[in-house]
Structures are given as C-alpha cells and as structure tokens.
C-alpha cells in the first residue's frame, strides 16, 4: 500500500514539476496568435457545456416577431457586430485579433447559419454570462434582459428574418436607435 502511494507521489509531482517547467521556459501560448494547445479546445468545451446545462429551458418573455428581431438587430449592430460582423462583411481588426476567433453570426457553416441550430435560451445564457478568456463579454450589467432576449431571438431566427431586418443588417449607415 505505501508502495502504491508513494507511487501516486512521486507521479504527481513528476506532473507539476514538468508542467511548472513548461510554463516557465514559455511554452505555454501568451500572444492570441498561433493554434490552441492539445485538448485545451476540449476541455473548454466540456466546461461550457456543463455550465449550459438546463438553458433550453429558457424561455423569452415575448414572441419572437419582426419587432423584436428590428430590436435585436439594433443591439447587434452597436454591440456585437464589431466582433461578429454584420451579413456579408469581412472580420474587422477587432475579430482579427482575437483568440479564439468569434464566429460569423449571419454566415453559413455547414449548412448553418450562425448559431440558429442552438436554442434560443442558450444564445440567452452566453449573451448575458459571457464566456470566459475568449474576448466574449457577459452583457448582464451593460444590456437590459429584454435587450439580451431580442438579440438572442434574431440570432435564432438568423436563417429567415423578414426583409426589413434584414435590410436594417445590411445598410451601411447605421440607423438611430
Ligand atoms: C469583443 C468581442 C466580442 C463581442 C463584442 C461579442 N462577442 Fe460573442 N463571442 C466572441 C468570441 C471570441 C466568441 C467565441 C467564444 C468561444 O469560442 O467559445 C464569442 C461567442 C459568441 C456566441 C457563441 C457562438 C457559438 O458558436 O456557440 C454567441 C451566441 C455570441 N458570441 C453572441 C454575441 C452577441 C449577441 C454579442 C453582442 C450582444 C456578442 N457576442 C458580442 C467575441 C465577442
């Protein structure tokens, strides 16, 4: 038994001393350039997925209608769309720069647009908590939850908003709240 412990010791310690030396030489990546570590997109991902647990069940306090897809779009264009990019539009230098990559909200990945194939509520959970060391900010303090819901809901719905949003998105100057 003290065999066994001793064992479990001195391979632990192996780790940290090895991991300690890792970090300290500088091989752990710092700059936001470069590609993740092995299994650090994993493990992330398993975190995030344990904290999104139940945010199905979220449900918006009003109907998801152009109203209130006119509405997100307007909180979109101020406060995401710098990240996110608008419809049809290149990442700027903000979404260049930063590790991870924030994805293209009104783009198609795989036959996706965005993150319509996500609930509504789910949208709602990383919009107002943020995820955290990805440049993704929490909105709770900054937006109103009506605010949040509305923009979760247009993201939703990304795949098939009425013309109007979708000509809010696209004009260059953006409109007066
Ligand atoms: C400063 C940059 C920045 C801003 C501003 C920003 N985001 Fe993000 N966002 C990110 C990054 C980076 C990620 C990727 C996080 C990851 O890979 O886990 C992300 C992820 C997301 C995701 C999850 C995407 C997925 O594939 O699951 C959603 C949804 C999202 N953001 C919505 C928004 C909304 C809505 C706003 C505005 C209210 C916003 N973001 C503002 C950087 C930003």
Request: with cysteine.
């Amino acid at each position: 038994m003290k065999k066994i412990i001793l064992g479990f010791v001195l391979g632990v310690g192996t780790i940290v001393v090895f991991a300690s030396a890792f970090i300290v030489a500088g091989g752990m990546p710092v700059a936001t350039r470069g590609n993740p570590l092995p299994l650090e997109r994993l493990i992330a991902k398993i975190a995030l997925n344990a904290a999104l647990r139940g945010s199905d069940q979220l449900v918006a306090p009003f109907a998801a209608n152009e109203a209130a897809y006119l509405a997100g779009a307007k909180v979109y264009r101020a406060q995401c769309a710098v990240c996110h990019s608008l419809p049809g539009e290149s990442p700027g230098p903000i979404a260049q720069g930063l590790f991870p990559k924030p994805p293209r909200l009104f783009a198609e990945h795989h036959g996706v647009v965005g993150v319509s194939d996500d609930s509504a509520g789910e949208t709602y959970w990383k919009v107002k908590n943020g995820i955290r060391l990805t440049g993704m900010p929490g909105f709770e303090k900054g937006l109103t939850d009506d605010e949040i819901w509305q923009v979760s809901l247009l993201l939703k719905n990304a795949d098939k908003l009425p013309k109007s949003v979708q000509d809010f998105l696209a004009a260059k100057i953006p409109a007066s709240p």
